[in-house]
């Protein structure tokens, strides 16, 4: 494991080849990046621009597939997709455990509530976190915080009652007031070497209000003082030049006008469903199909077909319920349906038309039948992984090939995946509560977000998993042969002197 190597008066040394001794990671989750990048041009995030994008570079970026809060952090801390850290969504289902551990915890799962502690536990051992690889690291207020050690994670024991009283007031703005705190805190320690630090407010209140409400656009602007604020003390110390500062949104959000209960339609078919928040009834034993529905624009359906335990795919599955994909279509609330087959191939339908879609570790196939179900234009049957991100990132779907296909090399994906379609949210629980606006599905709305650095970057094609070999490569630090992020620094520059 890498250490955070040390100087003379306690300080943070940099690897001998790094441009910053240091980096601070700012998730702004919940933002758009088009209206992110509106503001920006309108003048209305001057401290975003003066200390980060002018020094550096600004781009929208594709997040990954499901587009929520927790799966879509992983990607900037991990350098890879759901297929290799294994969170799969908010809420999912893991067959081999449901099918042979009746007591487990581990059967399923929701990260809300007191489930928002087992994401450490959850995110797969084979992937190491930017906490881990470069130390010491603090965490404030994310989801995933292995390798900070519990000293180190602001708000683990806060966050429960925080976000009850949330709850009660509606308003997020003072609790991220008090994070900035720990912040500004972890910015004066000179050892740090790396720190995440959480905005949560624009996704709160955009779930409440809208995305494009006044109380929204107030969140950017808080944001933007705050980081203000943070170059001020940096300055002050003499670290603002020795810091890279880095800037991403896990997701976007669109608009919602009308819910369609995903579970409840499956429980309507005859089915036994286990959902939550329904989870604890008498479905805990006995199901014979799951719904696990996140960021309410996407959900995962597990179906039993001829066993939970049975090694079946996601069609074989299907058969056993025939009708299944051709009456969710005909629903307007969804948008587009994907399964995995036997060969390994993801099969994409929607009332556009069908696809199959092949994962390569360098390449994606991609053959249409008849009409594209994303109504992409023409495109190659064949293109390398960055090729399939430059030709889709303009459409509506951006980077939906890689996307949709890679979230099927994970365990815990369902048989079927459903993305809603835009003013929809999936979730029965989301009606009740009135959220205006949901995200988690395939569409630009939720899936394009921003990402900028203090730091010049190949902005041409950016997914967030490109972080995290960025970050690394300007601490000096090795790039893990196996992530699916690539690192976007094509130059780098002296360190500055102290």
């Known amino acids: 494991m890498l250490r955070g190597r040390m100087a003379g008066g306690g300080r943070a040394q940099a690897a001998p080849d790094a441009a910053y001794d240091r980096a601070i990671f700012l998730m702004l989750d919940g933002a758009r990046g088009d209206l992110f990048a509106d503001l920006l041009r309108a003048g209305e995030l001057p401290q975003v621009a003066r200390h980060i994008v002018e020094p550096g570079a600004h781009a929208t970026a594709t997040t990954v597939f499901p587009s929520v809060t927790g799966v879509a952090y ?6 890879c997709f759901p297929q290799r850290t294994n969170l799969t969504g908010v809420r999912w289902l ?14 399923f799962r929701s990260y809300a509530g007191l489930g928002h502690y087992m994401w450490d536990r959850d995110l797969s051992t084979d992937v190491r976190t930017l906490f881990e690889l470069v130390r010491p690291s603090s965490n404030i207020f994310g ?8 000293h180190r994670n602001s708000f683990y024991l806060r966050r429960v009652p925080w976000a ?24 004066g320690r000179p050892r740090e070497r790396f720190t995440f630090h959480t905005t949560l407010q624009i996704d709160e209140h955009s779930h409440h209000d809208g995305p494009f409400s006044p109380r929204v656009r107030e969140g950017y602007r808080r944001f933007d003082q705050m980081v203000g604020e943070l170059a001020r003390r940096l300055s002050d110390k003499g670290r ?24 409840a339609w499956v429980a309507a078919r005859g089915l ?38 049975a090694d079946e795919s996601g069609e074989e599955r299907l058969a056993h319920t025939p009708g299944l994909v051709d009456d969710l279509l005909a629903e307007p609330a969804v948008d587009l349906c994907a399964w995995g087959r036997a060969d390994q191939a993801v099969e994409v339908r929607s009332r556009r038309g069908a696809a199959t879609v092949r994962l390569f570790d360098d390449r994606v196939e991609y ?15 064949r293109l390398d992984r960055r090729a399939a991100l430059k030709e889709t990132q303009e459409t509506n779907y951006p980077d939906g090939l890689v996307q949709v ?14 993305s809603a379609a835009r003013g929809y949210d999936l979730g029965g629980d989301a009606g009740r509560r009135s959220f205006r606006s949901g995200h988690g599905s395939l569409h630009r709305d939720h899936m394009a977000v921003p990402v900028a650095m203090n730091h010049r970057f190949d902005t041409t094609a950016v997914r967030t998993v490109d972080l995290c070999p960025s970050i690394l490569t300007l601490l000096g630090e090795p790039v893990l042969p196996c992530l699916d992020g690539e690192s976007l620094i094509t130059q780098r520059r002296p360190l500055p002197s102290s």
Do not use: C
């Not at 991403?248 to 608009?255: A, I, L, N, Q």
């Open 164 to 187: 009850l009283k949330f709850h009660l007031t509606g308003d997020w703005a003072p609790i991220d007031e008090r994070s900035n705190t720990h912040l500004y805190r972890a910015a």
């Open 367 to 381: 053959r249409v039948h008849g009409s594209d179900p994303f109504g992409y234009g023409p495109l190659p049957e």
């Open 74 to 79: 992983a990607p900037y801390l991990t350098g």
């Open 240 to 263: 603002l030049e020795r810091t890279l500062l880095v800037l991403g949104s896990d997701h976007g959000h669109g608009e919602v006008h009308a819910h369609f209960d995903l579970a």
């Open 272 to 309: 036994a469903t286990l959902s939550y928040p329904k989870a604890f009834g008498r479905r805990w034993f006995s199901s014979e199909a799951a719904v696990m529905v996140g960021g309410n624009g996407m959900g995962q359906i597990y179906l039993r077909g001829a066993g939970w335990a």
């Open 143 to 150: 989801t995933i915080s292995r390798g900070t050690g519990l």
């Open 405 to 418: 296909a890679q979230l099927f090399g994970a365990a815990r994906t369902g048989d079927l995946l459903i």
């Open 94 to 107: 893991d067959r081999k455990k449901y099918a042979r551990r009746n007591l487990s915890a581990s059967r």
